[in-house]
């Protein structure tokens, strides 16, 4: 339990650090990445690039272990199955995405840094998945 | 800025890597979120997601106080900030994830849906932009 915490916080301390020194944590750099009809801004593309290296190298040793470190076992989604909730979510969340420059981690992250205006976001952000939850369960 | 960007992005990777290796989860902000809310009735444990989502303006605070400042351009209007929370809030629970969860985790592996989800997220990203740009509403 305390070690899960431990592992987690570390985790999750490096990943806002990252979002910090490469400048996602900034909405009108991850908008100007968006913006391909403007002063276009590739930073974004070098983040993804350096994030996803280290992650396929994880995913290749994770096929080879039986279990992680400090869990029984590994709890990964499907990756197969294509479906409508999927498009349909996704698209809505760039729509998102693009109007405010933010997505969650830079928003959760920047309340240690613009507290006022990324709260406003990440309040917003709960509701609409609050939103979700009940129009998910009205129609299941 | 393409050496920060590269560094910050490695230790993105770094950490999902950490989650992945370490507790056998994906480091999917929004599941994560949604999760330490109680929103979500699956997913990790949520000492996990609690302490994952603590972590994250943590990070960014002790950059900010022992690295340097850390640049944040926010949209002046908050009915940005609102709307686009609450559909990104929506569609990332309907889709399944973010950046962090289908761009990163599920780019790594090559995750057909995740593939598909970051195309989808990504020019609906581009075209709002092209969009408010047009109608005169970009900041």
């Not at chain 1, 039986?66 to 760039?94: C, H, N, W, Y």
């Not at chain 2, 944040?72 to 569609?91: D, K, M, Q």
């Amino acid at each position: 339990m305390t070690r899960s915490f431990i592992i987690a916080l570390i985790a999750g301390t490096l990943f806002g650090a990252g979002l910090a020194v490469s400048g996602m944590a900034d909405p009108t750099r991850v908008r100007g990445f968006l913006d391909l009809g403007g002063q276009w801004d590739p930073t974004l593309a070098f983040v993804m690039a350096g994030a996803i290296f280290p992650m396929a190298v994880a995913w290749l040793i994770q096929r080879r272990i039986e279990a992680p470190m400090a869990a029984s076992q590994f709890a990964v989604p499907a990756t197969g199955k294509l479906d409508r909730p999927l498009i349909t979510g996704s698209i809505l969340f760039g729509i998102g995405w693009g109007i405010a420059g933010l997505c969650p981690g830079p928003a959760i992250a920047g309340l240690a840094l613009s507290p006022s205006a990324a709260l406003i976001f990440v309040v917003a952000m709960i509701v609409g998945m609050t939103v979700h939850r009940s129009f998910n369960r009205s129609t299941a | 800025m393409p050496v920060p960007g590269l560094i910050g992005g490695l230790m993105i990777g770094f950490a999902a890597a950490i989650m992945l290796l370490g507790l056998g989860r994906i480091a999917g902000v929004s599941g994560l979120l949604a999760r330490a809310m109680r929103i979500s009735d699956s997913g990790p444990p949520l000492v996990i997601a609690g302490a994952f989502i603590l972590g994250l303006p943590l990070g960014a605070f002790l950059v900010a106080q022992f690295i340097g400042p850390v640049v944040t351009r926010y949209p002046e209007s908050s009915a940005l900030l609102i709307v686009g929370g609450l559909v990104v809030g929506f569609g990332t629970r309907l889709g399944s994830g973010c950046t962090s969860g289908h761009g990163v985790c599920g780019l790594s592996r090559l995750s057909k849906r995740s593939v598909v989800a970051t195309a989808c997220f990504m020019g609906s990203g581009f075209a709002t932009v092209a969009v408010m740009n047009a109608l005169g509403m970009g900041w």
